[in-house]
C-alpha cells in the first residue's frame, strides 16, 4: 500500500470524525466504541491478515486490558495515562504466551487453542469476584483528563480516543511498512520459504500474537473508561468471532480493511436498528437477518473481502 | 582437483522416525564447482539439501561444511556461514514487490548493508532492475527464478543449494538459468544443484552424484557421464557401477 492510497481513507475518516459536531450523544458513543474496537482489530488484521496465524481470542486481550485499566484506575487510583501501557506490555506478555501454541499447530488446531484461551479468561473474570467483581463488574471507571484539560464529555472522550487509533494505525503503518512487515507476509505465505531466507519464524510468530494482543489491550482501557463499567459480558469469546469476522468482512492483510469491516459489522446494524427513514423502517425488526444473509453472500462472492472488489475490478478490465 | 567444502559422512536422516531417505549416505562437493545430485524419485536428492540447510536433523553421521560439524545447525546460521538454499518451485512472495522480496533475501544484514548489497544483485540482473517495483507475481518464470537466485547471491553465499531450478521454465529459460550457475561457480561460488532435467545440466556442472535408495551409487565427472550411454536408465533407477574412488 502507498503512501498516496491512503489519503482517501484519512479524508474519509476525518469527514466521519468531524460529523460528530452534528451528532447525538449516544451517536457520538457508538462512534467512540467503533474506534475502541477498531483497535483490537487493527491487533487481529496483524496477527491474522498481516502473519496467517488464526486468533479466535482477541476479546481476552480486549477484557485484559479493560479490566487492567478499571482495577487500576478505581482501586488503585492510578491515571489513564499510566495504566495504559501496563495494560499494552501486559497483553503483549500474555500474547507472547498465547503464541506459543502457533508453533506447534495452525489454521482451525490453533483458532480452537486460543478460543480456549478466551474462554479461560471469560470464566477468569466472572469467577474471581474479589478481584474482577464478577458478573457485578466494576463500576465508576473515571474518565481521563489531558494536561488538567478533563476529556469527560462524550464529545471530547470520541476525540481521544479517535487520535489514540490515528496514531495506533500510524505506528501499525509504519510497522507493516519496514522489514517486519515484509517477514509477516513471508511468514504468512510460507513459513519453510522465509525460514530459508533466515527469517525467525518463532520470534516473528510470537510477536505476531504479542503486537496485536497489546493493541487490543490499548483499546480495552479506551472501553473501560467510555463505558464507565466493566462485567465479563463484553469479553464472550463471540466478540473475538465479531472481530475476526470484521477483519474478514473489510479484507483481512489489507490496511483499511478492519476499518471497513468494523464498520460495517458494528455501525451498519445499529444504524439499520435505529433508521428513521421510513424505507429502511422494517430493519427495525429484522436487522439481524438482513445483515446474516448479507454477510453470507459476502462471503460466498467475495472470500477475499469488501477491499478485494478492486482487484476483481481491475482484473475483469485486464481480462478484457 | 578442487577440495570438499560439504562433505555427508555416513548420513541417515528421514522425515519420520519410521521413514528413513538417507541410508548411510556419504557423498561430497568441491569448492567452485556445480555438482549435480541425479537419481530417480525418492532417491533423497532434496533430502541431501534439506539435511544440509538444517530443515532435517540427521539421525546419525555427520554433516560438514568447510570441516566443521554442522548436523541439524539452523537456517539461519548457516546462512551467516555461507550456505543459501533455493528450494523447489515458485519461492517468491508474490504479493510483494520484488524489491520487498530482495529486502527479505537479506533480512539478516544491517539496514546500510542491504541497499548496497540489492544495488550489487540488480546490476548482475538487468531485467529485475528494470521491474524493481512491479509485484512478484507478475514476472515471467525465468525472471522469477532469477529474482530467487538474485535474493540468494544478497548473502554473497560460498555455497548455493538449488533443487530443481529448472521446475516450470521453457528450454531458453533453462539454458539461461544453467548459464547464470555456471557464471557463480566460475567466479568461485560452490553450486550443489537437484535437477530432473539431467542432460542440460550436466552440460553446464562439474560433478554428478547419482543417488539410489538414499546412498551414493555413482560419483563421476560431468562430462562421462553425458557420454554414458545407459543414463536414462541411471536416472530411472537401473543398476550403476560402483562410486568411482
Known amino acids: 500500500m502507498t503512501v498516496r492510497s491512503t489519503w482517501p481513507w484519512l479524508v474519509g475518516m476525518l469527514v466521519v470524525a468531524c460529523t460528530s459536531f452534528f451528532l447525538k450523544r449516544s451517536d457520538i458513543y457508538l462512534l467512540s466504541l467503533c474506534s475502541v474496537y477498531l483497535m483490537a482489530t487493527y491487533g487481529l ?8 496465524q488464526m486468533s479466535l481470542g482477541q476479546a481476552a486481550f480486549l477484557g485484559i486490558g479493560a479490566y487492567i485499566g478499571a482495577i487500576l484506575m478505581t482501586k488503585a487510583g492510578w491515571p489513564f495515562w499510566c495504566v495504559l501501557p501496563v495494560a499494552a506490555i501486559v497483553c503483549f506478555v500474555v500474547g507472547l504466551v498465547i503464541g506459543f501454541p502457533a508453533l506447534r499447530v495452525q489454521h482451525h488446531y490453533l483458532a480452537f487453542a486460543t478460543l480456549g484461551f478466551n474462554v479461560l479468561v471469560f470464566l477468569a473474570l466472572r ?46 503503518w509504519l510497522l507493516l511498512r519496514s522489514p517486519w512487515g515484509r517477514a509477516f507476509a513471508a511468514l504468512r505465505d510460507n513459513p519453510i520459504r522465509a525460514e530459508s531466507l533466515g527469517v525467525n519464524i518463532t520470534a516473528y510468530t510470537l510477536f505476531a500474537f504479542a503486537i496485536g494482543a497489546a493493541a487490543a489491550g490499548i483499546g480495552g482501557v479506551y472501553y473501560a473508561s467510555l463505558v464507565q463499567f466493566v462485567e ?89 | ?48 539439501l534439506k539435511t544440509l540447510f ?12 568447510e570441516s566443521q560439524r554442522i548436523n541439524g545447525m539452523d537456517p539461519r546460521d548457516l546462512l551467516g556461514r555461507g550456505i543459501a538454499f533455493v528450494p523447489q518451485g515458485r519461492n517468491l512472495f508474490g504479493s510483494l514487490s520484488v524489491r520487498h522480496n ?20 540488480l546490476a548482475r540482473f538487468p531485467r529485475i532492475r528494470e521491474r524493481i517495483d512491479n509485484q512478484a507475481s507478475t514476472l515471467s518464470g525465468g525472471e522469477q527464478k532469477q529474482l530467487e537466485v538474485g535474493r540468494a547471491l544478497l548473502l554473497r553465499p560460498r555455497v548455493i543449494l538449488i533443487d530443481e531450478p529448472s521446475i516450470g521454465l521453457s528450454p531458453k529459460l533453462v539454458q539461461d538459468v544453467m548459464a547464470l550457475l555456471r557464471a557463480l561457480a566460475d567466479g568461485g561460488t560452490t553450486v550443489l544443484m537437484v535437477e530432473q532435467n539431467v542432460r542440460t545440466a550436466l552440460k553446464y556442472s562439474n560433478r554428478a552424484l547419482v543417488l539410489e535408495m538414499g546412498r551414493l551409487a555413482l560419483d563421476r565427472p560431468a562430462g562421462e557421464l553425458l557420454d554414458e550411454p545407459d543414463l536414462n536408465r541411471l536416472f530411472l533407477g537401473g543398476h550403476a557401477r560402483p562410486a568411482a574412488g
Open chain 1, 232 to 320: 465479563p459480558g463484553p469479553f464472550h469469546f463471540s466478540t473475538s468471532l465479531m472481530m475476526l469476522l470484521a477483519v474478514i468482512v473489510g479484507g483481512a492483510g489489507r490496511f483499511f480493511g478492519p476499518l471497513l469491516g468494523t464498520v460495517v459489522i458494528i455501525l451498519l446494524p445499529e444504524l439499520l436498528r435505529a433508521s428513521t427513514v421510513p424505507a429502511l423502517q422494517f430493519m427495525q425488526k429484522w436487522y439481524l437477518v438482513a445483515f446474516g444473509v448479507a454477510v453470507v453472500l459476502l462471503m460466498v462472492w467475495l472470500p477475499g473481502g469488501l477491499l478485494s472488489l478492486g482487484d476483481r475490478w481491475r482484473r475483469g478490465r485486464v481480462g478484457q
Open chain 1, 45 to 52: 488484521n496483524l496477527t491474522v491478515g498481516y502473519a496467517g
Open chain 2, 102 to 121: 530482495l529486502e527479505l533475501g537479506g533480512i539478516t544484514l544491517p539496514r546500510g548493508e542491504l541497499t548496497a548489497r540489492i544495488d550489487e544483485v
Open chain 2, 54 to 65: 538444517g530443515l532435517l536433523t540427521p539421525r546419525s553421521g555427520e554433516v560438514r561444511f
Open chain 2, 1 to 48: 582437483m578442487a577440495a570438499p567444502i560439504i562433505a555427508f559422512d555416513k548420513v541417515v536422516a528421514g522425515y519420520t522416525p519410521s521413514l528413513t531417505i538417507l541410508n548411510e549416505t556419504t557423498l561430497d562437493a568441491r569448492a567452485g564447482e556445480i555438482t549435480l545430485l541425479i537419481g530417480p524419485n525418492g532417491a533423497g536428492k532434496s533430502t541431501v
Open chain 1, 127 to 172: 469467577n474471581e469476584e474479589w478481584l474482577t467483581g464478577g458478573t457485578f463488574g466494576i463500576a465508576n471507571i473515571p474518565r481521563p483528563t489531558l494536561f488538567g484539560y478533563p476529556l469527560d464529555t462524550e464529545f471530547r472522550f470520541f476525540w481521544l480516543t479517535f487520535a489514540s487509533l490515528g496514531v495506533l494505525m500510524t505506528l501499525l
